[in-house]
Every structure is written in C-alpha cells, then in structure tokens.
C-alpha cells in the first residue's frame, strides 16, 4: 500500500472515532438534559421537603372501586384494583405491578392509601416518578384521572 494510501486510511479511522465520540456525547446528553417543565420541583431555601398535597375527601377518592389502569407501556390495558394494601411498582418480581422497562427502577414507586386519599411515593429511583409533568420528591395525592408516569408506563387512577 502507498503512502498516501496509508494516510488516507489513517484519516478515515480517525474520521470515524470522532464520529463515534460525538454519537456517545450527544445521546449521553440526550439522556441526562430534561427540559423545562420536566424538572423536579424545587425545595426553595429550607432544607425541609414540600408538605404532601392533600386533596379534600370526595366520593373519587374512597378506597372501595378505585383502580389503576395503564394507559401507555407493555402492561396497556392491565387493571390494578386497589384495595387496602401497597400496590408497588417496578422491575422486581415481587412488585405488584411488573413493569419490564429499561427506565424503571427495581422497586420505582409505591402507591397507598392515607386517610382515604391515594397516595404515590418514589422509592429513590434514578429516573423519578412523575404525576402529569412534575417529578414528585415526597408523598403526593395522587388525583383521579392525573397521569401517574414510571419510566415509559403511564398509569391513570380512575374510580
């Protein structure tokens, strides 16, 4: 092979390592940037977490005939009844709800009920648990017909 030959091929192997450093840089961007109305809420100031949102009492948030539908994900169209218990959420095989997601953590999300009202905690998941499009950091009311997100599964509480 000619020296110019040598060049040229040496150019193209550099060429192409930098094309792959720029594809990695770009989908790791991809992945870690959020936009704007994707953010975690803020705690402001103060150290202390943001209250819990309590929701008044209603017919739409007794424990008898609630349930959890998913809406959007491999489980679309599966109906979780809620009763008493925790219904909990993730890759693990003694979830409840088993979700096979790349996103979703082991154990993502616990819902339950406080005082008649749903609730929905994150259990430290990497990528957040999210109702419609704030990630929830503490306990949160989860409202009737709110979109309640882990990973790519969406998941909706109807009554």
Do not use: C
């Not at 803020?42 to 998913?70: E, F, N, Q, Y």
């Amino acid at each position: 092979m000619s020296e110019l030959g040598l060049t040229l091929a040496r150019l193209a192997f550099l060429g192409l390592l930098w094309l792959f450093v720029l594809a990695t840089v770009l989908v790791l961007r991809r992945d870690l940037l959020q936009p704007a109305e994707a953010r975690p809420i803020a705690l402001g100031r103060t150290a202390r977490p943001p209250k819990p949102a309590k929701m008044p009492k209603s017919k739409t948030s007794k424990v008898r005939g609630a349930k959890l539908v998913v809406t959007e994900g491999a489980l679309a169209g599966t109906v979780v009844p809620l009763l008493t218990a925790d219904v909990t959420i993730g890759r693990a095989p003694d979830s409840t709800v088993v979700v096979d997601d790349d996103y979703a953590s082991s154990r993502h999300t616990r819902v339950f009920n406080s005082d008649g009202v749903w609730m929905v905690e994150d259990l430290g998941s990497t990528n957040g648990t999210w109702i419609d499009r704030t990630r929830i950091t503490a306990p949160t009311a989860l409202p009737v017909g709110v979109p309640l997100r882990v990973g790519r599964t969406t998941l909706l509480l109807q009554k």
